[in-house]
């Protein structure tokens, strides 16, 4: 094994490199995993010449991908990819667009970089895009209407959130979902659920407040007890659906649809966790598909003992959990440093030994009866995918792989999503579709600029700017 100084000098050299040091991270991590691939043995010049070969084989194997999946791209959708391309160039560049972005005109953002990240402001729109997405092997998706009360906004109507919430599910996720299974040529376990997404910040008035204080004030308790019907009214809709269905097609293990409950800030998660188990316990029963996924955000340092405490709740109060795990989407905005994992290798080890022990339990069942019943491996993190595909690949319980899911936004890792579908066979590929009102939808690009910037900058830039142009040469000429 390398010695310490060995590593530093590696780590260091990396550091130099256009990759950065966590890609050094992933390579020693996944040698220490994987006896096919040995750790570098002998000096530290054999040591820098494999490992910069191994980052030259990665960075090759991504642009290799992102291109192939520009290809199949229309020429509008090209020239969207070259104005992110342009947008993320750089760090000034992307923080000017940050600055700028709130006052760009509307009609602007739907000509230049819309379609790509959003599905759309009405189920119409939403229906175009559920079919470019199945053009592209990806079969069903998870809904969010980018509606929510949080950072002082409480312009909302709650009730206006559920009764479109509804609508979505009745008019467009559920007769979709038939619709695939129906017509797709691959068993009816094989395909994927369609999901909606419930925001906890959606469903009440100063929802923060009511998530943060429902246990010590009566005020907020009494607000807590309205976000919870209003949510749960959701859900049981989505069981009710379920119910319906699996007399159809008695033979499918997993759900046909599904409600994700999302995580909040860390201040608010313990309001989230409430709702989450109360609905676990009312739609997820023994003996049949799970119906309502909660949310669990592993970039917490506590989200292992979380994990094992709701499955101890789920088998003590004999319900199935469903779980999205997720790193987490508000690494920069957590005011309490120390409620996060110190470093980035953290996370990804307890991100990857959270879907491994999800994965494993969810196998192991064939009669809907195991605790764990349903997971979203929800990342573009290429390991943390292909190690949940290669999971599932290398299994014989096929009617249960429709139980495990990986998701990734809308517009996001395209090149790595291409990838598990067109190389690994991956069928149980879902995206995170945004839509609702305009003002909405543009707010929730604001935030993907700001909260997931260095996930931009390296699914984009300056590779995806020549991807981009390079493929659109090849189709024009």
């Known amino acids: 094994m390398m010695s310490i100084r060995n590593l530093s000098v590696l780590n260091k050299s990396i550091k130099r490199s256009s990759l950065g040091p966590s890609m050094f991270r992933y390579l020693h991590d996944t040698r220490k995993r994987n006896d096919n691939i040995p750790l570098v043995p002998g000096t530290e010049q054999e040591g820098f010449?494999?490992?910069?070969?191994d980052l030259k084989k990665i960075?090759?194997?991504?642009?290799?991908?992102?291109?192939?999946?520009?290809?199949?791209?229309?020429?509008?959708?090209?020239?969207?990819?070259i104005a992110i391309?342009?947008?993320?160039?750089?760090?000034?560049?992307?923080?000017?667009?940050?600055?700028?972005?709130?006052?760009?005109?509307m009609f602007l953002i739907r000509a230049l970089v819309y379609r790509i990240y959003c599905g759309g402001t009405n189920l119409k729109e939403i229906n175009a895009t559920g079919d470019r997405l199945?053009?592209?092997?990806?079969n069903n998706m998870m809904l969010s209407l980018t509606i929510e009360a949080c950072d002082g906004k409480d312009h909302i109507d709650p009730d206006y959130i559920v009764t479109e919430t509804k609508k979505s599910l009745t008019e467009f996720l559920a007769p979709y979902s038939i619709n695939v299974l129906r017509n797709s040529e691959k068993d009816i376990n094989s395909i994927p659920p369609g999901y909606v997404a419930l925001k906890p910040t959606g469903f009440a008035k100063d929802a923060a407040k009511t998530l943060k204080y429902f246990k010590s004030d009566p005020h907020y308790a009494a607000k807590f007890e309205e976000l919870v019907l209003r949510v749960s009214d959701i859900c049981k809709m989505t069981y009710n659906i379920n119910q319906d269905l699996s007399k159809e097609f008695p033979d499918r293990k997993a759900p046909f649809v599904v409600a994700v409950i999302d995580a909040e800030k860390h201040e608010l998660q313990e309001g989230v966790y409430e709702l989450q188990r109360r609905m676990y316990a009312k739609?997820?029963?023994?003996?049949?598909?799970?119906?309502?996924?909660?949310?669990?955000q592993m970039y917490l340092a506590d989200s292992?003992?979380?994990?094992?405490?709701?499955?101890?709740?789920?088998?003590?109060?004999?319900?199935?959990?469903?779980?999205?795990?997720?790193?987490?989407?508000?690494?920069?905005?957590?005011?309490?440093?120390s409620v996060i994992h110190k470093t980035k290798a953290d996370t990804d080890e307890n991100y990857n030994n959270g879907i491994s022990f999800c994965i494993d339990s969810i196998l192991a069942d064939k009669a809907n009866d195991i605790t764990i019943g349903h997971l979203v491996v929800a990342t573009h993190n290429a390991e943390s995918l292909k190690l949940a595909t290669e999971k599932l690949n290398s299994t014989q319980n096929t009617e249960n792989k429709a139980?495990?899911?990986?998701?990734?936004?809308?517009?996001?890792a395209d090149g790595i999503t291409y990838d598990l579908i067109k190389n690994h066979k991956a069928g149980n590929v879902i995206k995170y579709v945004p839509w609702g009102p305009p003002i909405e939808t543009k707010e929730y690009l604001l935030r993907r600029l700001e909260e997931n910037g260095d996930a931009v900058r390296s699914d984009n830039g300056l590779t995806l700017l020549a991807n981009s142009v390079k493929a659109?040469?090849?189709k024009v000429f």
């Open 49 to 53: 010449k494999n490992i910069n070969m």
């Open 59 to 81: 960075k090759n194997d991504t642009n290799s991908m992102q291109l192939n999946f520009l290809r199949e791209l229309p020429l509008r959708d090209l020239f969207s990819y």
């Open 85 to 105: 391309g342009i947008a993320t160039l750089n760090k000034p560049i992307l923080n000017a667009c940050i600055k700028v972005f709130p006052y760009t005109p």
């Open 134 to 138: 199945r053009q592209r092997g990806i």
């Open 283 to 296: 739609y997820n029963q023994i003996g049949k598909p799970v119906s309502v996924v909660g949310t669990l």
């Open 304 to 337: 292992a003992n979380i994990l094992a405490l709701e499955e101890n709740l789920a088998k003590k109060n004999n319900y199935r959990l469903g779980l999205k795990l997720v790193r987490g989407a508000y690494i920069h905005s957590e005011k309490d440093r």
């Open 403 to 412: 139980n495990v899911v990986l998701g990734q936004l809308l517009g996001m």
């Open 472 to 474: 659109l040469f090849q």
